[in-house]
C-alpha cells in the first residue's frame, strides 16, 4: 500500500526502527534511574574527591564492595552544600539499583540535561526529514516516460525495474497507477512510464504489480 507520494511500508518501518533507536535507550536509562530513587539501596559511598564549582561540584566516589565488587569510580554531579558535604565527611549518600551499580542515584544530584536535549535533537532532525521527504517526494521523481508494448502486459514483482535488453527493449516493472484500453501508466520509484499497448493485452488493473517488454519512444 502507498500513499500519494510512495510512502511503502518499507520506509514507514525505517521510520519506526529510526525512532526507536533515537527514543529507547533514553527512556530505558530513565527508567533505571527512577528505580534507583525508588527502589534502590541505600548506601553511605567513599569520597574519593570533590571538585566545587561556583554553583556545584563533581564528586567521585565507590560504592560499598558488597555491591560493586570491581570498586570502580563512579562520578555524580550535586549541588555545591552537597558536594562541601562530602568534602568534609568523606561520604556520600546515595541510592543503588541492586547488580547494577552504574545506575544510581546522589542526594543533592544535579539533573543533566543532555540525554534528553541529544534526544528530542534527533526526534526533531527525523520530523524534519519527514516533512521534507513528503512535501518534496513528488518534485523530486524524474521526468515521465512513454514507451510502446511489444509483448502483452504480465504479472510483476515487488519493487521497480527499468531494464535495457540485448534487442534494445526494456524490461518495465511497477505498479499500474493508470490503466486504459489503449495504455497504462506503470508507477515506478522514481519516475512514471506511459505504455502504449497498441494491439498487445493488459488483464491488470490499477494497483497491482505488472510487467511488460516495450521500446522507449520518448
Known amino acids: 500500500m502507498r500513499g500519494r507520494r510512495g510512502w511503502g511500508w518499507q520506509r514507514i518501518v525505517l521510520v519506526v526502527i529510526a525512532l526507536l533507536v533515537v527514543n529507547v535507550p533514553f527512556l530505558l536509562h530513565e527508567w533505571q534511574l527512577h528505580r534507583a530513587r525508588t527502589e534502590g539501596i541505600h548506601v553511605a559511598a567513599t569520597v574519593a574527591s570533590v571538585n566545587l564549582s561556583t554553583d556545584d561540584a563533581v564528586v567521585t566516589f565507590r ?16 549541588d555545591r552544600a552537597t558536594g562541601i558535604t562530602a568534602a568534609q565527611t568523606k561520604e556520600l549518600d546515595v541510592q543503588v539499583l541492586r ?34 521527504s513528503w512535501r518534496l517526494g513528488g518534485r523530486l521523481r524524474r521526468p ?4 510502446v508494448a511489444v509483448t502483452d502486459v504480465e504479472n510483476g514483482e515487488e519493487g521497480s525495474l527499468l531494464d535495457k535488453q540485448d534487442d534494445g527493449t526494456y524490461l518495465i ?15 515506478l520509484r522514481d519516475r512514471d512510464v ?16 505488472a510487467q511488460v517488454r516495450a521500446l522507449l519512444v520518448g
Open 63 to 78: 560504592l560499598p564492595k558488597p555491591l560493586d565488587p570491581a570498586q570502580d569510580l563512579h562520578t555524580v554531579k550535586v
Open 99 to 132: 547488580g547494577h551499580p552504574s545506575v544510581f542515584h546522589a542526594d543533592g544530584q544535579v539533573r543533566s540535561w543532555g540525554g534528553l536535549i541529544i534526544t528530542v535533537v534527533a526526534d526533531l532532525l527525523i520530523a524534519i526529514l519527514l516533512l521534507l
Open 144 to 147: 515521465p516516460l512513454e514507451a
Open 173 to 187: 516493472n511497477g505498479e499500474v497507477a493508470e490503466a486504459g484500453d489503449a495504455s497504462l501508466v506503470l508507477r
Open 194 to 209: 506511459t505504455v502504449h499497448l497498441r494491439e498487445h493485452h493488459n488483464p491488470l488493473s490499477v494497483g497491482d504489480r
